[in-house]
């Protein structure tokens, strides 16, 4: 049974910063085989894609949004994926959910993606 699970999620001032943790169960050596992501909800908006990296770390994305605020990272031996977060805006308040892609290298697609995390929350208080 494959399980991802989200934490590091909480209150935060502007401008204040968050890491949050993805872990993975259930996946084995396979984690580190696939690209993972990060996507965000907001409330009265659709789920949106914040960063993925590729299956060895190597390459990382990133919405416009969030490029040189957001960084991605991964530790394969630990079954975790990181998503560092500086320069929070009150706009970043949304639920965080780690995703698995179908592939080595992710998209910006929430369908490429095949398990999902239960997703924590980020709320940026201005």
Request: aromatic share 12%; charged share 15%.
């Amino acid at each position: 049974q494959v399980q991802l699970v989200e934490s590091g999620g909480g209150l935060v001032q502007v401008g204040g910063s968050l890491r949050l943790s993805c872990t993975a169960s259930g996946l084995g050596r396979a984690f580190g085989s696939r690209a993972m992501a990060w996507f965000r909800q907001a409330p009265g908006k659709e789920r949106e894609f914040v960063g993925n990296i590729g299956w060895s770390g190597g390459s990382t994305n990133y919405a416009d949004s969030v490029k040189g605020r957001f960084t991605i990272s991964r530790d394969n031996n630990k079954n975790t994926v990181y998503l560092q977060m500086n320069g929070l805006k009150a706009e970043d308040t949304a639920v965080y959910y780690c995703g698995r892609a179908r592939a080595l290298y992710g998209s910006s697609v929430g369908q490429e993606y095949d398990y999902w995390g239960q997703g924590t929350q980020v709320t940026v208080s201005s």
